[in-house]
């Protein structure tokens, strides 16, 4: 299947490089030195696709990544040796695209990210924020992490008592849809032992590809 031009454009601003090689490319770019959409630095992160991927890391960290790390199976064990954090773990998470949406119901509305109806986590995403109110009161709400303007990763949290009504995936249908209109591809990522994001995500037509992120703990 072909890459989406719009996933093909932000994977190489997130990464420093994408496209065209099988099994692990290490790229050494100063994107890890600069803080990312809410101000932490990743100075290791990569994306690993069935037929391949990219580890990003550090300029000068590269070469060594190179010479250690000759596939993503040995990522696990010799990735945080070859970045100076050999006491560190590499985390892993399902990273989910999709560029068809599932056709649900809108659930909610377009708010600032600082209305004080709204839960904490919401705050540092600024903006504009989408929230399904019941009787005035928050519900669930998404969250746009700006990673650049091609690439925009969709975060979504449900209130206890308002679980079980399918309003996180038609919120993060929703976002999705938004995103695609803005022209960038819209992401969504999680534990791969979350089993709930998992479901939303479905049911939200993020299907999942066996697409994966990684990074090294701090």
């Known amino acids: 299947m072909e890459t989406d031009a719009r996933l093909v454009g932000f994977l190489s601003a997130y990464l420093g490089e994408w496209g065209g090689g099988s099994g692990l490319t290490v790229v050494g770019s100063e994107l890890r030195t600069r803080p990312g959409w809410d101000g932490t630095v990743l100075d290791v992160v990569g994306i690993a696709a069935p037929e391949g991927g990219v580890l990003s890391v550090v300029p000068e960290r590269a070469d060594g990544v190179r010479a250690a790390v000759a596939g993503w199976a040995e990522v696990p064990a010799l990735l945080p040796g070859a970045v100076g954090r050999p006491d560190a773990t590499v985390w892993s998470g399902v990273f ?12 909610g509305e377009w708010v600032g990210a600082t209305d004080p109806r709204l839960p904490d986590w919401l705050h540092p995403f600024g903006g504009q ?44 249908a929703q976002a999705a849809r938004w995103i695609l209109a803005q022209g960038a591809i819209p992401t969504y990522l999680h534990d791969p032992a979350n089993a709930a994001s998992d479901r939303t995500a479905l049911r939200a037509g993020f299907p999942d590809r066996g697409w994966r992120i990684v990074g090294v703990s701090r």
């Open 96 to 107: 989910r695209w999709t560029v068809e949406p599932a056709d649900l119901d809108d659930a």
């Open 129 to 172: 924020v989408l929230v399904a109110f019941h009787d005035g009161a928050y519900a669930a709400g998404v969250g746009i992490k700006r990673h650049n303007p091609q690439g925009l990763e969709i975060s979504v949290g449900t209130d206890e008592q308002h679980r079980g009504r399918g309003l996180a995936s038609r919120l993060v």
